[in-house]
T-cell receptor
């Protein structure tokens, strides 16, 4: 069963912040985040392993709440280059992987 | 490194024809994955290999689909016979270690249109 992402779409102005959520009904081992621009391949952003860690690079960070089986991606001071569709990929303890339906982020000048 | 290389980039074929998609993973990566992406079903894992051996093919939709990895630097995904509902973007990806804790490197994808 695939994870549920919310919101489905978000529109921002440059400099604004956004949060994208990913929720699973299954016990998770890890959560991966990818960004895909139109007509291109998904590009890796970060992995979070169970243990409730929070990771980040530049102005994009993420957290993983193992108890709630939820992960959130935080984009701060958004830039035009952040536009794209963000996918979370979840991996269960049984090794099964699925991707969410994606969240489309549009950053406007 | 050139990254994951897929061919062809675009494929247009008629229903009933055989289609073969090709992938060259990043050198040294032990894992290779085939994904399919559609608007309706999103990004789906079809099959993945570890050291050229298929590990999980539970995502392969039907017997019309088959995948092989004859060596560490080449894999194929074959659809025979093809149907219009197979139209999608097919991505190949590779990773250094297992999928649970290692990032995937995706190829540019093959846009398949079955008429």
């Amino acid at each position: 069963q695939q994870p549920v992402q919310s919101p489905q779409a978000v529109i921002l102005r440059e400099g604004e912040d956004a949060v994208i959520n990913c929720s699973s009904s299954k016990a998770l081992y890890s959560v991966h985040w990818y960004r895909q621009k139109h007509g291109e391949a998904p590009v890796f952003l970060m992995i979070l392993l169970k243990g409730g860690e929070q990771k980040g690079h530049d102005k994009i960070s993420a957290s993983f709440n193992e108890k709630k089986q939820q992960s959130s991606l935080y984009l701060t001071a958004s830039q035009l280059s952040y536009s794209g569709t963000y996918f979370c990929g979840t991996y269960t303890n049984a090794g099964k992987s699925t991707f969410g339906d994606g969240t489309t982020l549009t950053v406007k000048p | 490194d050139a990254g994951v290389i897929q061919s062809p980039r675009h494929e247009v074929t008629e229903m009933g024809q055989e289609v073969t998609l090709r992938c060259k993973p990043i050198s040294g990566h032990d894992y290779l994955f085939w994904y399919r992406q559609t608007m309706m079903r999103g990004l789906e894992l079809l099959i993945y290999f570890n050291n050229n051996v298929p590990i999980d093919d539970s995502g392969m939709p039907e017997d019309r689909f088959s995948a092989k990895m004859p060596n560490a630097s080449f894999s194929t995904l074959k659809i025979q016979p093809s149907e219009p509902r197979d139209s999608a973007v097919y991505f190949c990806a590779s990773s250094l270690w297992g999928p649970t804790n290692e990032k995937l490197f995706f190829g540019s994808g093959t846009q398949l249109s079955v008429l």
